[in-house]
């Protein structure tokens, strides 16, 4: 429909989002989460996809949908602020809050 043109039209900041929502870890062994590396063996650095390609792509769509920075939407859900989401918004947000899973790795 009409709104599918509006999700063609929005640009996501691929780093900027997996800046806010991809963590870095040491390697652990049997971890079945993606790991890339993107640094020679000598200073290798290991980063831990926490959500799938389609989540993360979708997540940044509905994060673009609201005109504040990426910065600006996780401090104010990290204030609990919804003075300036709408219903809709909270929802669609909430649909991307980290798994049971998706915490337990970040415990670790």
Avoid: C, W
Avoid at 18 to 36: D, Q
């Amino acid at each position: 429909g009409e709104d599918d043109n509006e999700v063609d039209d929005i640009e996501v900041d691929q780093n900027e989002f997996e800046h806010l929502f991809v963590a870095s870890t040491t390697p652990k062994p049997n971890n079945k989460i993606t790991k890339t590396t993107s640094l020679p063996d000598s200073k290798k650095k290991t980063y831990v996809n926490l959500i799938d390609g389609k989540r993360s792509q979708n997540a940044g769509i509905a994060l673009a949908r609201i005109k504040l920075t990426f910065e600006e939407v996780r401090e104010k859900v990290r204030k609990m602020d919804d003075s300036t989401f709408t219903p809709d918004q909270l929802k669609n947000l909430s649909e991307y809050l980290p798994t049971t899973e998706e915490q337990d790795i970040l415990k670790n």
